[in-house]
């Protein structure tokens, strides 16, 4: 175990200063991890991502973008991107979606996206294996924060996605997706339950006919 993890314990929340976490997140052992930081605490998390989590992610990731493309709504993804809000907030969440207008508004070029500058991404993902508790909590109270506008959780173990929609920094729970319009959260349901007995290729297939109904 190298001096950081030592000092830091991962997947869980730790009471931090904002110099603490940057120092934390930015320490070479922490090159593959995922930070976050709410409420004077910081939570990095090491865990390796297993076979579900990345197969679910991978599917989310699909299933969302081709009801954009096929609905003809704008909008550009972002896969483990950083969003900071200097000395107060810093998310790094699995997917995150600019939607609409919006779609274009981050420029090439920018690395961490600075929430001072640039508005919060539309949609927000997190694929919850281990830490569906957290992703429930925590994450969500820090998104109602940052002022995301929906967010949702992949839940692998059960199978399903759990949708909040966010205003005035508290949340709800929704059934069709608000930020694109028209998408059933049941039909995110079955197709990750289709991952389990089919090929993803399968299940584009069979999401391509439903959402050109």
């Known amino acids: 175990m190298n001096a950081l993890q030592t000092k830091v314990p991962a997947d869980t929340w730790v009471t931090a200063t904002w110099e603490e976490y940057i120092q934390a997140i930015e320490d070479p052992a922490c090159k593959k991890a995922k930070g976050y930081y709410y409420n004077g605490q910081m939570r990095i ?3 390796p991502v297993g076979n579900d989590h990345a197969s ?10 081709l009801f954009a493309g096929i609905k003809n709504i704008r ?3 972002k896969d483990n991107c950083t969003y900071r809000k200097t000395g107060f907030q810093d998310a790094q969440p699995d997917v995150s979606y600019y939607i609409g207008e919006n779609a274009g508004v981050i420029p090439w070029g920018t690395s961490i ?3 001072d500058i640039y508005p919060p991404p539309n949609l927000v993902i997190e694929v ?4 569906l508790p957290d992703d429930q909590g925590e994450k ?3 998104y109602e924060e940052l002022g995301v506008a929906e967010y949702w959780i992949v839940d692998v173990r059960n199978v399903r996605v759990i949708p909040f929609a966010i205003a005035d920094k ?3 729970r929704i059934a ?3 930020v694109l319009p028209g998408l059933s959260i049941s039909l995110l349901d079955e197709a990750l339950q289709r991952t389990r007995q089919m090929d993803q290729s399968q299940v584009l297939t069979w999401l391509l006919t439903q959402f050109q109904q």
């Open 45 to 47: 998390e090491m865990s």
């Open 56 to 65: 679910d992610h991978t599917i989310i990731i699909l299933a969302a973008s």
């Open 75 to 77: 909008m550009n993804g």
């Open 113 to 115: 996206i600075d929430l």
């Open 128 to 131: 919850a294996n281990t830490s």
């Open 140 to 142: 969500r109270l820090l």
């Open 170 to 172: 508290g949340s709800r």
């Open 176 to 178: 069709e997706s608000q």
